[in-house]
């Protein structure tokens, strides 16, 4: 059954060929379709389009149906063309007639609009709570090895002494620029398309503004053409935010995989994390931050993929768009298991405490020596020089009593003020008013 099918019968091969793989990723949507239709039907009933004796009925059946939804018992028929018809399909033979009306003051075109947009919202919910799982895990390993030193390099040349404190609180902080980027995405996601029909609006007295507060939304698109445009925008503006999380975690593994290794020796993996060789039994490989840091790099390059399929299309809406679901909708669940992974194994991880015993690494506290001399009233260039040359002489003796303190720097990690920046960008999203919206929205039916 298609929605708009009237005497023409579509050729199989077209039909196969323009549906694709909507079936099988508009189960995604359907718990959202179904929110999206209780919304909707909720305001027609309140401009005279649904009977009041109607709702009731349609809104209890729509509640089953996504009950279905949610557990995993909701299927597109063979022969039904997309969510939205299966739905539709499933009113009308539990209700008669009274399921045809849902349509009314809506197309296709701003139904699937609002499927996205809901269920990219609790996508985006989800990446933000395995993302602040990670910081925190990251922070937690922060203090516990915030005294324990480390090489840092510039041009993979030992440089400077670090520490594992400051090396895993970097990696909280650039998701604390992560999150503040995905907060950015679901601001523009959070608005609703729901009532810009085919994106030119409709000649039905739809309030727009019922259905944005029924269904937790902070405004609507207001503009019915914007709306419609928006789509492949919002997905590619929500893709540069999954890219950067997925930036940050990728550059951590390619460092776990790094230290882990025994020319580094820094961190040790847990062995349970590790995998082993067929061929080579002392082997423990870690194989899980690799794919990790292949499947992050994939979504790197989702935004490339997004904009290459949406940057030459005109206002209006094009089937182009359909294409856009089969790499969008999946990379939610690829970050979020990449980023519970990653947490599982830092949380399990454990540093080397003896790595400035080994004599390879002394050069690093020759700047702690220069600025010892400089402090002590001694040119800055003449003390560099002189270490130079007591290098070069081999008289170069480290003195490795490190104590940084300002802002930032090896005893003064800061990680407390960092935590707050994380917590003030978290708690914007407002995840616990949305979530309150789609609840009462699920039992509307009760109060009628």
């Excluded at 039905?204 to 698109?221: C, I, K, V, W, Y």
Aim: one cysteine or more; proline letters at 3%; glycine letters at 6%.
């Amino acid at each position: 059954m298609k929605l708009w099918q009237k005497s023409t019968i579509v050729a199989e091969e077209i039909d196969r060929f323009t549906v694709g793989r909507d079936r099988e990723l508009d189960l995604y949507l359907a718990p959202y379709d179904v929110l999206g239709s209780m919304a909707h039907i909720i305001m027609l009933e309140s401009i005279g389009l649904i009977g009041h004796e109607e709702l009731p009925q349609l809104l209890e059946a729509l509640r089953k149906i996504y009950d279905d939804a949610v557990a995993g018992r909701f299927t597109i028929e063979e022969g039904i063309e997309d969510v939205h018809s299966q739905v539709e399909l499933l009113l009308t033979q539990r209700l008669g007639d009274m399921g045809k009306k849902i349509h009314s003051g809506r197309s296709r075109n701003d139904q699937v609009l609002v499927d996205l947009k809901l269920s990219t919202r609790n996508a985006i919910r989800r990446v933000a709570e395995s993302t602040l799982r990670l910081f925190n895990a990251l922070q937690a390993q922060s203090e516990r090895y915030k005294d324990v030193l480390m090489p840092g390099y510039t041009h993979l040349q030992v440089a400077m002494p670090s520490s594992f404190g400051l090396w895993l609180g970097a990696y909280a902080e650039s998701l604390t620029d992560d999150m503040l980027l995905l907060e950015a995405a679901y601001r523009m996601t959070n608005r609703n398309p729901l009532g810009s029909a085919a994106g030119y609006g409709s000649s039905f007295p739809l309030d727009r503004e019922m259905t944005t507060r029924l269904l937790g939304f902070d405004s609507p698109d207001y503009n019915v053409v914007y709306a419609q445009m928006g789509r492949g925008k919002n997905e590619r503006n929500v893709a540069f935010a999954l890219a950067g999380i997925a930036g940050t975690v990728a550059k951590l593994a390619y460092d776990a995989c790094l230290y882990n290794s025994q020319n580094f020796a820094f961190i040790r993996l847990p062995d349970e994390c590790t995998t082993g060789s067929s061929i080579m039994p002392h082997k423990k490989n870690p194989d899980v931050f690799e794919l990790i840091r292949a499947r992050c790099n994939k979504l790197q390059a989702l935004p490339s993929q997004v904009v290459m399929m949406t940057n030459n299309l005109p206002s209006g809406y094009f089937r182009d768009l359909q294409e856009v679901k089969e790499v969008f909708l999946p990379a939610f669940d690829a970050l979020i298991e990449c980023l519970d992974m990653t947490t599982y194994i830092i949380q399990r991880m454990t540093v080397n405490e003896h790595i400035t015993e080994d004599s390879r690494y002394d050069l690093m506290f020759s700047v702690e020596e220069v600025n010892r001399l400089a402090a002590q009233g001694m040119p800055f260039r003449d003390a560099y020089k002189k270490v130079g040359l007591d290098i070069e002489a081999g008289k170069f003796r480290p003195n490795k009593s490190i104590h940084h303190t300002h802002v930032g720097s090896i005893s003064n990690l800061c990680n407390a003020q960092v935590a707050e920046l994380m917590q003030s960008i978290y708690h914007r999203f407002g995840f616990e008013q949305v979530a309150a919206a789609e609840e009462a929205l699920l039992k509307y039916h009760e109060t009628l």
